[in-house]
């Protein structure tokens, strides 16, 4: 049996005939009034994993956005999606672990997928989040599905920065592998992170600064990064960081996206700008929204009344130059308000730089990989992340509760007699 350093994959088990319940996030944009999809890409992402385990009996598990969402709805439409995009029946049950769920189970010939309810439906799913999988192992949805299957296959990467019942509750009671996606997952953004190839240049924008300073964070203390190069919110914030008054309207905003963690953040980012000078790299220029028009200011003339909603042109050609000489890359968020056309720029042509550097890419998931694959770029990186949330947390050496239970499986399970 060959198997991966700290944990198994597909690779390492017989499934053929077998029962496995697979999860796996099917968590997709859709209309709420009519359940229509609005993007497929998540349930795509599966289908290696899933064609892959055509010979077995399949139980999948998935959730849908989370309580009080207007989004959070039944797993009717997903299983259409699947079936059509997996060019086999996928049958949904609006069951998940009542007596029509088992017997459904039970009743499952080699080739079938049954898709079972909404996860998050049921209490425990998200009561139980973040407790020890000692405890979930207990929990009623794990001790009614495990005894049912050999096999469980963790392909939720997206979600593997939650420990919910349903991602990590099965560790103590079968053995347990990553699928085809997770293992995709673990092994390039874990290429990058541990690549000796420099320069290393990691490009954080967008609104989510709190992440992406814990990101930078992580980087800059562990020697993985030379160059940060910041847009969006997180400039902003470093900028605001290293002195510059950025104005009211952008620093308002930073305020209260951050709430009380404000203080905390700030004084992180002045740690970095401190400790970390020549690795945290600042906008020269940026773009104003004057009444819906473009208008490009330097730095040194700040502050201003209006929105910052770009980077500007020096700051584009300067950035491209640093992407330019890169061997590694890591990109996570766009430069500016890059949805609409008057500010997309800034991220259009940073994006462009990355995809045409000679290094080796990863795209971080999100508004990120949306907006490679509308320019067309994503075929030229070398990994488009399918986890917005988990990415940024791997990346911030963050707790991984669905990557931890792995490891936790495959040192239990490493020499058990297997099924």
Not at 81 to 90: F, I, P, Q, T
Not at 148 to 159: K, P, S, T
Not at 236 to 252: E, K, S
Request: with cysteine; charged share 25%.
């Amino acid at each position: 049996m060959t198997m991966s350093p700290d944990f198994f994959t597909i690779s390492d088990f017989s499934l053929a005939g077998k029962t496995v319940i697979v999860r796996v996030d099917y968590n997709s944009p859709i209309n709420p009034e009519t359940g229509e999809f609005l993007d497929d890409t998540r349930v795509r992402s599966h289908l290696p994993t899933l064609q892959e385990l055509r010979h077995s009996k399949v139980v999948i598990l998935a959730h849908q956005s989370r309580p009080g969402k207007s989004d959070y709805t039944p797993l009717a439409q997903h299983a259409k999606v699947a079936s059509r995009l997996l060019k086999h029946e996928v049958t949904y049950i609006d069951d998940l672990l009542g007596s029509k769920a088992k017997e459904a189970i039970r009743n499952l010939n080699e080739g079938d997928y049954l898709l079972l309810e909404n996860t998050r439906f049921y209490a425990e799913e998200v009561i139980m989040d973040e407790t020890p999988f000692e405890k979930q192992a207990k929990c009623r949805l794990v001790k009614g599905l495990a005894p049912l299957a050999q096999y469980f296959i963790n392909d939720a990467f997206a979600a593997a920065h939650r420990g919910q019942p349903s991602i990590t509750g099965f560790t103590h009671l079968m053995p347990c592998a990553a699928g085809r996606l997770m293992e995709r997952e673990l092994v390039c953004l874990g290429k990058a992170l541990q690549s000796k190839e420099k320069p290393r240049v990691v490009v954080l924008g967008g609104a989510k600064f709190d992440d992406s300073v814990a990101v930078a964070d992580n980087m800059l203390k562990n020697g993985i990064v030379d160059k940060i190069l910041t847009g969006g919110a997180v400039a902003n914030f470093y900028l605001h960081a290293a002195g510059v008054d950025i104005g009211a309207p952008a620093l308002d905003f930073l305020r209260k996206e951050a709430k009380d963690k404000y203080d905390d953040l700030l004084a992180k980012a002045r740690h970095h700008l401190k400790d970390f000078k020549d690795h945290v790299v600042m906008p020269t220029d940026v773009a104003l929204n004057e009444d819906g028009k473009r208008k490009d200011i330097k730095i040194s003339e700040l502050p201003t009344k209006y929105n910052i909603n770009d980077i500007g042109v020096d700051t584009v050609y300067h950035y491209g130059q640093e992407l330019a000489k890169a061997a590694t890359v890591i990109v996570n968020g766009p430069m500016g308000v890059f949805e609409v056309d008057e500010f997309a720029m800034g991220t259009e042509e940073v994006f462009k730089a990355v995809a045409e550097s000679k290094g080796y890419k990863v795209v971080g998931g999100g508004h990120t990989s949306a907006t490679f694959e509308s320019m067309g770029l994503s075929k030229k990186v070398d990994h488009v992340s399918s986890g917005g949330g988990a990415c940024l947390t791997f990346l911030a050496g963050g707790a991984m509760p669905g990557i931890d239970s792995l490891i936790v499986n495959r040192k239990k399970f490493a020499n058990a007699k297997l099924p």
